[in-house]
């Protein structure tokens, strides 16, 4: 996936030239495809706007057939002249709105599908930082945006232009000391667009950002619901929502009142120069300097000019939305993939399963002052079962997102047979690797959907073996439509084991040579424990495995349990070699075994 943009330096966001070149570069990049198609736009367009400046021209003569001349057969021609122009003029408008849409369509579907592709890949480091409603605005209302400012606004600014040049320039030929007076108010219009503009784009920019957070609530309360109820803060939530979207209404109101302001200031500059000038060439005509048809067609053309005017102040706000949302979307596709493929990435065809952490220090990247890991160093060889263990916080999730290389090392490295994490293909290295995590998540689609995730070429029998062997078979042959149940959002329509139980179908299915397994039974009852159990030592016969369980009964058997405390390996052996040493791992055991053998002593 090549890089659409280098990563931006950090700017004033209310920098307009930085906003314009972002712009233009988004426009360039994508719209280069279609060039041709926009370039017979373009003389799509040439010809309609001409056409439509004739119009004022042969409606002059019209009116001079009618009353200067008072010739009927001249009257008729210059009627069937006028149809005939209003007939090309209307096809080639056909063409010029049918292509600039389209282009403008594709170029915004090519924007969402690259921006996805680029999201997809960026490092959980990136998305540890930012809220998923947050990038959903931007992929939805900035895009909607970039999208009318490419289509509607691009045809229609051109357009104008076409008008405003054409309609002035005959203003002159039709006469030329008129045409100086109007001409003579456009710097006070340039002058109020510079200053309404920078207003209105720097509190475009405060909308959206409030829009963006008051999504990024949206969606965390949504897919939180049950928090949220269960702790009756529906009100809290609904405070916070409401909080943003007034904050973003009390910009969008002085938006519309210095929007407001700059309509009503360019009104009243126009409309009254134009009076002035109806009254002069009134004043001519009366003089007889002037003909009726004239006049009229000078009347014309200043409408003409005064309308393209007025839609330039209104498009000039519009350009200005379009830049701030091109320039977040420029933002996103300019964040750098932290974790990608070195230049000379090597291919992992086949892998043993060989794990080794070699002194490896690490730290978050957003508190690198904070050591999370200090001189790990793990050796586990293919086949073999290792077991984290240790107290909360103590850096055993850490660890095993290193392995399928979530994060980076901040020194020393971690190694697959032998090969480092950094010099592998990344892909290669993930296709290597399962992951069976604590919470599991499911999409919305059917079991049989959820399991082939893990392989997406599955066939049925394939899907359906794994899921036998992961003891998911008979619960899913109970539901009504059993392979095709559909799960509910994130699986909410089954039970804790029950996905669980999927998720090792999924792992089953993928088929790695080295597993993870996170706290994969922590939150089940006994009997989805046994059922689990059963499943996950299937899924582990063979495999390199990483198991981190708070239940220190499910890593009796592990072939070395490793005992981590603030970030460092202190004791590592078997269950029984690490009870004889009277260590943490002693200290946690009894403890566990004193807990539960209160409650339930069968549990160990
Ligand atoms: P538990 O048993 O409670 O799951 P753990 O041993 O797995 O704990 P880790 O999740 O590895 O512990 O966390 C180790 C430390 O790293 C903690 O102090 C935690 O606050 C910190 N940490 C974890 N994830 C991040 C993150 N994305 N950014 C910054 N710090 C983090």
Redesign the pocket.
Known sequence: MPRRFDPLPKQDPFDKKAAARDAWRLFLRYGRPYLGSFLLAVGCLLVAGGLALSFPYFVGKLVDSAFTYKDLSRLNETLVLLVGILTVQAIFSFGRTYLINSIGEQLVADIREDLYAHLMRLS??FF?NRRVGELTSRISSDITVLQSGTTANLAEGLRQIIVLTGGVTLMFVTNARLSLILLSIIPFLVVAAAVFGKRIRRISTRVQDKLGEAAGILDESLSSIRTVQSFTNEEYEIQRYRTQIRGSLREAVRRALARGGFNAFIVFVLFNGIVLLLWLSGKQAIEGTMSVGQVTSFFLYTSVVGTALGAFTELSGEFNQTLGASRRVVELFGTPLEIADAADAQPLARVKGNVEFRDVVF?????SD?P??KNVSITARSGEVIA?V????????????LIPRF?DVQSGSILVDGVDVRQCKLHDLRRHIGIVP?ETTLFSGTIRENIAYGKLTATTEQVEAAAQAANAHDFIMAFPDGYGTLVGERGVKLSGGQRQRIAIARAILKNPEILIL??ATSSLDSESEGLVQTALEALMRGRTTFV?A?RLSTVRNADRILV?EA?QIVESGTHERLLEQNGLYRKLYSLQFRELDEFSPSEL
């Open positions: 959980l480091n540890a730290a978050y990247p957003g508190r904070v999370v890991l984290l240790g107290p909360s916080g103590a850096g055993k999730s850490t660890v095993i997102s994060y604590q996170d706290e981190i708070h981590m970030g």
